[in-house]
């Protein structure tokens, strides 16, 4: 009987040996195939590579071709252009993301008669609406009327708004006299301190919601006067006729970045998600789905929340990686509605209307050139943004038309088609149009926005000397780049 349990005991052990033999087989089976998985990776070799296919990667490519160099440009994407997309609606192709073009922004104006591509001017014949603190009224020109009372408070403001963006140098805000104490405010406590009347609070509020795509008491004071600074001043960027939404692109922003893609060829690598970037002496190795490539240095264009899901060896700087923790990009979302005709011009209208009374807006004429079909282009910006991102695209539609209602009348309610782009959403953008830093991160972080970290550089418009967040901040920060890089090869 003793024999029993010692013969089980055995039969135990010869059973569990057997198992460790055959999962020692299988750990020895697996390890063969991934080597052999990993000498099947292709491995491509190029002077540089470029990580992101908008228009700071695509000028960075072309200028450092154009130098001599080799380079690749790996998209995520299935798309080139970044922040600008192109869509249709009602026949017309449209631009989703980025459109207008300002007259001081001369790099993209350059890139755009390079290529062949014309603009014409922002539609502004008529009048506009406002409607802020039970106020409305229609009038004409760039200053918005508010309540008579409120005009001279509301000019004093933008006074003070000008002459602090003055004394802030664009490229390097955190070197301002005063930097730290800008930093540590946002533009909401600055405002509630410097205007008095409700109509003025509101009316910057919007203003900022719509350049920004973001709240104010969500950003660091001297990230927007450092902002306003890089447009030229404030009332660049809230004008039409003058500023940043003076004129558009005959067939859209977008194509430019596809025509720049083109030239590039096979170049330009679509699909391919940057996984990780590793560095040593000998240069740099960037892998994605579609293979790795090795090069002797490496461009990063994405914006920082987006660039930081990418794995780096060795860890980025704490300096850069804070940086990442803490500039989300704006939250947004784009929409076009076309109809038979530009009904609001019959009345008068220049189709520009910005309300406190509305969840989207500002909105704008973008009728075609050609044809009689109207359309008007809008947004959801900021908190209406956030609270309108996750439901359903009709009842999206369903608020966009009572809001346009509200203003054009019930005409607007019959729309021929209805077309958006949610940015917020988008798994590749996460929000737009650029990143927004709260207060005390550009004093504590800044340096690291275009300091290279060995090998590893980087571009996109948050890194421009001027235009930041705009399609020419992200050109001039590929010909900064491009020289930075070249200058190292």
Known sequence: MASGPHNEHDERREHLSLSRRSALGVAVGLTAMGAQAAAARTTNVVDVVVVGAGFAGLTTARRLRASGHSVVVLEADERVGGRTKPGRIAGEVVDLGGQWVGPTQTRLLALAKELGVSTYPQFDAGKNIIDIGGHRVAYEG?????????????????????????????????????????????????????????????????????????????????????????????????????????????????????????????????????????QNNDGVTVATPKGDWRARQVVVTAPPAIASRIEYAPPLPAQRDGLTQRMPLGCVIKVHVSYSRPFWREEGLTGLVLSDRTEFGPWFDHSPTVGSTGSLVGFFDGAPAQRWADRPVEARRGQVLKDLALYLGDAALSPVEYLEEVWTRAPLNRGGYVSVPGPGVLTAFGPALREPFGRIHWAGTETADAWVGYIDGAIRSGERVAQEVAAKL
Do not use: C
């Open 142 to 278: 760039e200053t918005p009327r508010l309540v008579p009372e409120a005009m001279p408070e509301f000019i004093e403001v933008i006074g003070k708004i000008e002459a602090m963006a003055a004394k802030v140098p664009a490229a390097q805000p955190w070197q301002a006299a005063d930097a730290e104490q800008l930093d540590a405010q946002t533009v909401e406590s600055w405002l509630v301190l410097n205007a008095k009347h409700p109509a003025v609070r509101t009316m910057i509020r919007l203003m900022t919601r719509a350049v920004f795509s973001a709240e104010t008491g969500q950003i660091s004071l001297l990230y927007f006067l450092a902002y306003a600074a890089a447009a030229g001043d404030f009332n660049a960027l809230i004008s039409t006729r003058g500023g940043a939404q003076d004129s558009l692109f005959e067939g859209g922003v977008w194509q430019l970045a596809q025509k720049m893609a083109a030239e590039l060829g096979a170049a330009v690598v679509l699909e391919a998600p940057v996984q990780s970037i590793s």
